[in-house]
Nanobody
Framework: VQLEESGGGLVQPGGSLTLSCTTS????????VAWYRQTPGNQRELVAS???????DYLYSVRGRFTISRDNAKNTVYLQMNSLKPEDTAVYYCNAVYWTNKGWQRYKNEYWGQGTQVTVSS
């Protein structure tokens, strides 16, 4: 399974960017898709997630500014980022998870994109 991200770049504070993540496996088969971000020296943090049920969750600092969505027909997950701040600068990673059962055991199948740089600076 491959996840290919695009849409990162340099943007001024207050600006907007939309990240895209296209999967090689049917998007509808994933239980959860998400965006994470990471800055040098820090752990990767969950920015936004979207479950197959449609429920979403956001990092507190991005609520009201970022929106995660998925288009199953295009096998693509989006992260719309508005009102960007310098502290949003990071490498953003797409993540996709589906669970499988074998007997009584449950297995997590998790995939990551290669990351795309978002820089918010004047």
């Amino acid at each position: 399974v491959q996840l290919e991200e695009s849409g990162g770049g340099l943007v001024q504070p207050g600006g907007s960017l939309t990240l895209s993540c296209t999967t090689s496996r049917s998007l509808g088969t994933f239980d959860t898709v998400a965006w994470y971000r990471q800055t040098p020296g820090n752990q990767r943090e969950l920015v936004a997630s979207n479950a197959r049920s449609g429920s979403t969750d956001y990092l507190y600092s991005v609520r009201g500014r970022f929106t995660i969505s998925r288009d199953n027909a295009k096998n693509t997950v989006y992260l719309q980022m508005n009102s960007l701040k310098p502290e949003d600068t990071a490498v953003y990673y797409c993540n996709a998870v589906y669970w499988t059962n074998k007997g009584w055991q449950r297995y997590k199948n998790e995939y990551w994109g290669q990351g795309t740089q978002v820089t918010v600076s004047s």
